[in-house]
DNA sequence: CTACGGCTTGACGCCGACGTCAAGGCAAGA
DNA sequence: TCTTGCCTTGACGTCGGCGTCAAGCCGTAG
């Protein structure tokens, strides 16, 4: 199998691969003219790649996974190392998560808290010397 | 006030505020020398960007809310296209939150499984010939 | 013969928000 | 006078994961 078909058999690109190789993720045998050539069990390397990828693992973190399946494992995840990765990741998740959900909180409360100004200045606009309510400016 | 001031007491630096002139958001009139020079308003522009952006907004995302400022409304978020990308922004984060749960949650199943993988295996090892589980192979 | 498709290496492009270095100007203090 | 410090513009570096283009080789179908 070459370069373009293992490519397409895993949903990417020749491209991809080529790059995977130049990281020493996923090397490959040549043929007599220097094409590269993959075997079955590549693909399985490849699809171990994909998935953790689409996880939002970052390329290195895929590299355990993909040396336990080439030593043999039946799992990219039969490692120790693999499943320190996964433990490493679910950190980072859950720091990420909580983060975003702060932010998200405090963007919520900015824009109820504009949206309420807005709403108090058109009330006011509607009704001139009308109740101008928690301004200590007002009076 | 000149350029390494306000950076200062922005707490960001002279670099960064020559990027967002070079982006037209924070333009600085300049002295007899050529140097920027800045106003304390513009210390209030400042600190909305860095706002936004500790919140994760990408520069573009603050620009409404500093050309608000900078038309003499009291905050940056008084004018309608400010509450528009607090809204979008909202959007983004749920979206990212929910795809970053699911991943968490995927991930979680992942690392519980193998894990039962391995125990399985080394109860395995501990009582050779012992009650090999649901595996097919086995017998 | 020629076109075409697939392969090769090499190298630059991209994106965002700056960091960092180079080379030089200008003013005040020792 | 010399140094120090702050300022200027210009331009390249960073990071990740490739995309894209250039130039060229190889085999095959028409």
């Known amino acids: 199998m070459r370069i373009g078909e293992l490519a397409a058999r895993a949903g990417t690109t020749a491209r991809a691969l080529r790059y995977y190789e130049s990281r020493g993720l996923l090397p490959a045998r040549r043929d007599e003219h220097g094409h590269r050539t993959y075997e079955e069990r590549d693909l399985r390397l490849l699809r171990q790649i994909r998935t953790l990828q689409d996880f939002g693992f970052d390329l290195e973190e895929t590299r355990p996974f993909v040396e336990c399946l080439r030593a043999g494992h039946p799992e990219g995840d039969s490692c120790p190392a693999s499943l320190v990765v996964y433990r490493r990741k679910l950190d980072e998740l859950d720091a990420l998560i909580g983060e975003l959900a702060a932010v998200?909180?405090?963007?919520?409360?900015?824009?109820?808290?504009?949206?309420?100004?807005?709403?108090?200045?058109?009330?006011?606009?509607?009704?001139?010397?009308?109740?101008?309510?928690?301004?200590?400016?007002?009076?």
Chains 1, 2 share one sequence.
């Open 104 to 139: 998200r909180a405090k963007v919520g409360e900015q824009l109820a808290r504009a949206e309420a100004a807005r709403d108090g200045l058109a009330a006011e606009a509607l009704v001139p010397g009308g109740p101008e309510p928690v301004c200590e400016l007002g009076g």
